[in-house]
T-cell receptor
Framework: DAGVIQSPRHEVTEMGQEVTLRCKPI?????LFWYRQTMMRGLELLIY????????DSGMPEDRFSAKMPNASFSTLKIQPSEPRDSAVYFC???????????FGEGSRLTVL | GENVEQHPSTLSVQEGDSAVIKCTYS??????FPWYKQELGKRPQLIID?????GEKKDQRIAVTLNKTAKHFSLHITETQPEDSAVYFC???????????FGKGTTLSVSS
C-alpha cells in the first residue's frame, strides 16, 4: 500500500479564499483523523471519522472549517473563508480497527497571506 | 476531555548521553500511550507504545515507563545518537476507537 496520501503538499493562498485539502487513507483502515500542527499548539485533533461517519468534531476551530468523508477512500477538509491564522501543516492519518497505531500522510502545508 | 502535558519542550544532550521526556495525562480512563518521532519536514511515526496493563516496555535503546496511579509516562533514550535528533510527541487515548490526544512535543537535539 502507498500509505496515506494527501494533496496538495503545499498551498499558498490569499485571505478569504476557499481551501480544500484531500486525503486518501490506507485501504482497509476504518478510522480517519485530521490534525493541525503549529509551533505554538503542536498536533491538534480537528475531527475524526469511523466508517465514514464523523465521530468527534469538537476540535474544529469554527464554522469556517468543514470536513467530509463521502466514501472509505476519500476525505476532504475545507476552509472557507481562509484567514492568516489558519496557516499550519494539516495532517491526515488513518488507523485500522483494533490497532492503536496512526499512519500519517506527509501533510499539507497551508500558507494564507 | 483528555489533556496531555509534555516536558521539557526542548532538550539538548551530548552524543552517548541519555534523554528523558515526561508526559502527564488527565483522563484516568486512558489506557493506550504511544510515542511518535517526527524528523524535520517529515510525518510523525510511531516508535514505541505501552498499554495500561504493563509498567515498562523496551525496544533496543528506547524504553517507556507508565505510572497509572500518578497518571504519567516517560520516554527514555539511552546512548543517544545524532540521528535521534527530532521532535518527540507523547499521546494518550482510550482503547475503544477514540482519537489520540498529543502533547505539544519535545525537540531533542543530540550533538556529537
Amino acid at each position: 500500500d502507498a500509505g496515506v496520501i494527501q494533496s496538495p503538499r503545499h498551498e499558498v493562498t490569499e485571505m478569504g479564499q476557499e481551501v480544500t485539502l484531500r486525503c486518501k487513507p490506507i485501504s482497509g483502515h476504518d478510522y480517519l483523523f485530521w490534525y493541525r500542527q503549529t509551533m505554538m499548539r503542536g498536533l491538534e485533533l480537528l475531527i475524526y471519522f469511523n466508517n465514514n461517519v464523523p465521530i468527534d468534531d469538537s476540535g474544529m476551530p469554527e464554522d469556517r472549517f468543514s470536513a467530509k468523508m463521502p466514501n472509505a477512500s476519500f476525505s476532504t477538509l475545507k476552509i472557507q473563508p481562509s484567514e492568516p491564522r489558519d496557516s499550519a501543516v494539516y495532517f491526515c492519518a488513518s488507523r485500522a480497527r483494533g490497532s492503536g497505531e496512526l499512519f500519517f500522510g506527509e501533510g499539507s502545508r497551508l500558507t494564507v497571506l | 476531555g483528555e489533556n496531555v502535558e509534555q516536558h521539557p519542550s526542548t532538550l539538548s544532550v551530548q552524543e552517548g548521553d541519555s534523554a528523558v521526556i515526561k508526559c502527564t495525562y488527565s483522563d484516568s480512563a486512558s489506557n493506550y500511550f504511544p510515542w511518535y518521532k517526527q524528523e524535520l519536514g517529515k510525518r510523525p511515526q510511531l516508535i514505541i507504545d505501552i498499554r495500561s496493563n504493563v509498567g515498562e516496555k523496551k525496544d533496543q535503546r528506547i524504553a517507556v515507563t507508565l505510572n497509572k496511579t500518578a497518571k504519567h509516562f516517560s520516554l527514555h533514550i539511552t546512548e543517544t545518537q545524532p540521528e535521534d535528533s527530532a521532535v518527540y510527541f507523547c499521546a494518550a487515548s482510550k482503547q475503544a476507537g477514540t482519537a489520540l490526544i498529543f502533547g505539544k512535543g519535545t525537540t531533542l537535539s543530540v550533538s556529537s
